[in-house]
């Protein structure tokens, strides 16, 4: 492995633990639930399985192959592997965010779709869905999950938590965030007596997604 590769290995290790870490400080995971990975050409760092983020440092980096065959480091990986890999076999995902989240995870148990009360679903790619259960760990639960990314960059396990990914450790973390402000933001205006929230039309999201096509900054 040249010197260029050792590096950015290490670089792209220090982004999954500071996520992981993130993902804990900021409650969308207790303990050690949820995992964090990210892509350096054909090797996937992952988060290890049951070790406390905050133990974990420059030389406790965990890394697969594509097939899931360890390639570094000594600690397990995380038994969501399968999920992670599904991922990058089936999308250009540099980066996954797995969480246990409050809100998304309570929103799962009650519906096949996250309901359109905010154009925030535009950057997810559409109406987030949600997989239905399976074991974690298993393929079939990846399976579920890869049918329910269709087109999106994120969904919902059912009684389990939230998947997202991105271009970039920080992209696929936002948007696991956005997904959890949502679910919440629905759950709080459905469960006021007597009302029921209003709801975005195909066509409105529809909208917002061109909209979102010359967002930000230039360049």
Same mark, same amino acid.
């Given at each position: 492995?040249?010197?260029? %590769?050792?590096?950015?290995?290490?670089?792209?290790?220090?982004?999954?633990?500071?996520?992981?870490?993130?993902?804990?400080a900021?409650?969308?995971?207790?303990? &050690?639930?949820g995992?964090?990975?990210?892509?350096?050409?054909?090797t996937?760092?992952?988060?290890?399985?049951?070790?406390?983020?905050?133990?974990?440092g420059?030389?406790d980096a965990?890394?697969v192959d594509?097939?899931?065959?360890?390639v570094?480091?000594?600690?397990?990986?995380?038994?969501?592997?399968?999920?992670?890999?599904?991922v990058?076999?089936?999308t250009?995902a540099?980066?996954?965010?797995?969480?246990?989240?409050v809100?998304? &995870?309570?929103?799962?148990?009650?519906?096949? /779709?996250?309901p359109?009360v905010?154009?925030?679903?535009?950057?997810?790619?559409?109406?987030v869905?949600?997989?239905?259960?399976?074991?974690?760990g298993?393929?079939?639960?990846?399976?579920?999950?890869?049918a329910?990314?269709?087109?999106?960059?994120?969904?919902?396990?059912?009684n389990h938590?939230?998947? &997202?990914?991105? %271009?970039?450790? %920080? /992209?696929?973390y936002?948007?696991?965030?956005q997904? /959890?402000?949502?679910?919440r933001?629905?759950l709080t205006?459905s469960?006021?007596?007597?009302?029921?929230?209003?709801?975005?039309?195909?066509?409105q999201?529809?909208?917002?997604?061109?909209?979102l096509? %010359?967002?930000?900054?230039?360049?």
């Amino acid at each position: 492995m040249s010197r260029q %590769d050792r590096d950015a290995i290490a670089h792209a290790w220090d982004g999954v633990v500071a996520t992981a870490r993130r993902t804990a400080a900021e409650g969308l995971v207790v303990g &050690t639930s949820g995992n964090v990975s990210a892509r350096v050409g054909g090797t996937v760092l992952v988060t290890p399985s049951g070790v406390p983020y905050d133990r974990l440092g420059p030389g406790d980096a965990v890394g697969v192959d594509l097939e899931g065959r360890q390639v570094l480091g000594e600690l397990v990986p995380t038994s969501e592997l399968p999920l992670h890999l599904a991922v990058y076999g089936s999308t250009r995902a540099a980066a996954v965010v797995h969480t246990h989240a409050v809100h998304a &995870t309570a929103v799962s148990t009650l519906v096949s /779709e996250v309901p359109l009360v905010h154009y925030a679903a535009a950057m997810l790619g559409g109406p987030v869905r949600t997989a239905p259960y399976a074991r974690y760990g298993t393929p079939e639960l990846a399976g579920h999950m890869l049918a329910a990314l269709r087109d999106r960059t994120g969904c919902l396990l059912r009684n389990h938590g939230t998947v &997202t990914y991105g %271009d970039t450790l %920080d /992209e696929a973390y936002d948007r696991t965030a956005q997904l /959890e402000w949502m679910c919440r933001l629905w759950l709080t205006a459905s469960s006021v007596p007597g009302h029921s929230p209003s709801l975005l039309s195909p066509a409105q999201l529809r909208d917002v997604q061109d909209a979102l096509e %010359d967002y930000g900054q230039p360049g």
